[in-house]
Nanobody, 123 residues
Framework: QVQLVESGGGSVQAGGSLRLSCAAS????????MGWFRQAPGKEREFVACISTHGDVTWYAESVKGRFDISRDNAKNTLYLQMNSLTPEDTAVYYC????????????????WGQGTQVTVSS
């Protein structure tokens, strides 16, 4: 039911910042726990961060903890990922995903996916 569209990707120098957005259609966005995942060339898609329906609980992958911040604005049907202190290892296609069941770090828990946005970090 919910359609997700990522934006905000681009190219940045190491140490820089980017803010990704995920716009959701419909009126049921607040019923979904949301997550960000990423996939680098030659690697499997991996968990980055997730957030509960009301934004009360957030989880982060160890590789991004302290650098990335996930947030949501349910009034705007939008999910965000603020990325700071970026490194070349953060280069990947970033996907947002929705999970109406439970907050989870597992890809299989999410049944609504965006098309992804490219993030490239140069040395």
């Amino acid at each position: 039911q919910v359609q997700l569209v990522e934006s905000g990707g681009g190219s940045v120098q190491a140490g820089g910042s980017l803010r990704l957005s995920c716009a959701a259609s419909g009126r049921t966005f607040s019923n979904y726990a949301m997550g960000w995942f990423r996939q680098a060339p030659g690697k499997e898609r991996e968990f980055v961060a997730c957030i509960s329906t009301h934004g009360d609980v957030t989880w982060y992958a160890e590789s991004v903890k302290g650098r990335f911040d996930i947030s949501r604005d349910n009034a705007k049907n939008t999910l965000y990922l603020q990325m700071n202190s970026l490194t070349p290892e953060d280069t990947a296609v970033y996907y947002c995903a929705g999970n109406k069941q439970v907050l989870s770090r597992l890809l299989k828990a999410y049944d609504q996916w965006g098309q992804g946005t490219q993030v490239t970090v140069s040395s």
